[in-house]
């Protein structure tokens, strides 16, 4: 798990779930029981900072507490 996520790391991301498999070590019987399950998206092309100052439903205050349903 470790070297797959070090891999993606170092690739920015899988293109494919086939490139996935082979960076995960898959034999090809594991690769086609998971490949139905298995999904690829396109990196992020960029790191967004998290917004500044107090976040509406965040923060210590509510850690621990239940959310209020809306």
């Known amino acids: 798990m470790r070297r797959t996520v070090a891999e993606r790391g170092r690739r920015a991301g899988f293109v494919s779930v086939e490139e ?3 960076a995960a070590g898959l034999a090809p019987h594991e690769f086609a029981r998971l490949r ?5 998206t396109r990196p992020a092309t960029h ?3 998290p917004p500044e100052g107090r976040v509406p439903g965040g923060g210590v205050e509510n850690r621990g507490r239940a959310r ?3």
């Open 36 to 40: 139905d399950r298995l999904t690829c």
């Open 20 to 22: 996935f498999a082979s």
């Open 47 to 49: 790191w967004q900072r």
């Open 68 to 70: 209020p349903e809306t």
